[in-house]
């Protein structure tokens, strides 16, 4: 009996192990991602970009800087997903496809990995990498007063996260970051300790906290589309309504997308096409005025 007992809202500890693996919900899942990693590399070799720029001083702590043709573009800064434990970035040199063409200068980050590193480890390496980009945009030809971030599923995770970032303390202005988007994303992590997860994320209650970017949306200074796909598991639907709300509650909310006919996986790809639903929505969102 035990184990049809909900340990979290209405779920037992298996739905919740179920609903935190998007592969199992995806007979084709491994084939989706095989897409990304080869659409990346065709990326790379067809776009012009700066590789392997350093932000810190570790050899994961590394971007990717694919420029725009015009002079002074707006920045849009990608975070990378795969359960804080898979990829990098190149496998995500994507969707650049997306931002190049549209006159947008693209920054695709690499950062570490659980196990080995730990979680509030990545989300301090994405700060570090935005307030490196934000102090060095211009000599990319990039304009560090229209820096935008989006990220998908782990990363959309490390995106929100990034957004609580008190940026004086990284030597930068409070408020960098112009826009943002969350895309099929986990941000209240207790659900996730209580699942298979933990046995790598390894957080104590008060870290688990600080990184449930829903807690703390009243910290979140621009404005955030937040995306999810319809055939996303149930939790991160859940997760993706619940953080929309929290963001309007704060004023912060841009638009909430549920996007028709795609799973995970098939989401991420519409970053890869500007007339995609996704990169409209966020296209649109960086062409509004600047605060």
Not at 139 to 153: F, K, T, V
Not at 217 to 244: K, L, N
């Amino acid at each position: 009996m035990r184990e049809q007992t909900p340990i979290f809202l209405h779920y037992t500890k298996a739905e919740l192990d179920r609903n935190f693996d998007q592969r199992g919900w995806i007979a084709d899942a491994e084939a989706i991602i095989a897409r990304h990693i080869e659409r990346s590399r065709r990326t790379r070799e067809t776009l012009t970009f700066v590789s392997n720029l350093h932000y810190g001083d570790q050899p994961d702590e590394v971007l990717d800087y694919f420029p725009a043709e015009r002079v002074d573009a707006p920045i849009q800064v990608f975070v990378h997903g795969g359960a804080w434990k898979n990829f990098t970035k190149n496998d995500y040199s994507f969707p650049a496809d997306g931002f190049v063409p549209a006159g947008i200068s693209t920054v695709i980050l690499n950062f570490s990995k659980l196990p080995q590193v730990r979680l509030p480890v990545m989300v301090d390496q994405v700060r570090r990498a935005v307030a490196w980009i934000y102090k060095n945009a211009r000599q990319y030809g990039g304009d560090p007063e229209r820096l935008y971030m989006s990220g998908h599923s782990s990363g959309a995770h490390l995106t929100a996260n990034a957004l609580l970032t008190d940026w004086p303390a990284f030597g930068c202005p409070p408020r960098i970051v112009k826009a943002a988007a969350c895309v099929s994303g986990p941000y209240d992590l207790e659900p996730v300790m209580l699942s298979a997860r933990s046995s790598y994320v390894r957080l104590d209650e008060a870290e688990m906290s600080a990184l449930s970017a829903n807690r703390h949306t009243d910290q979140i200074q621009c404005p955030v589309v937040v995306a999810y796909a319809e055939g996303d598991t149930d939790e991160f639907r859940r997760q993706s309504r619940e953080f929309a709300n929290a963001l309007e509650r704060s004023g912060r909310l841009a638009a909430l997308r549920c996007v028709a006919g795609v799973n995970h996986f098939e989401l991420m790809e519409q970053f890869a096409h500007p007339e995609s639903e996704l990169v409209r929505c966020i296209l649109a969102q960086m062409e509004e005025p600047v605060a």
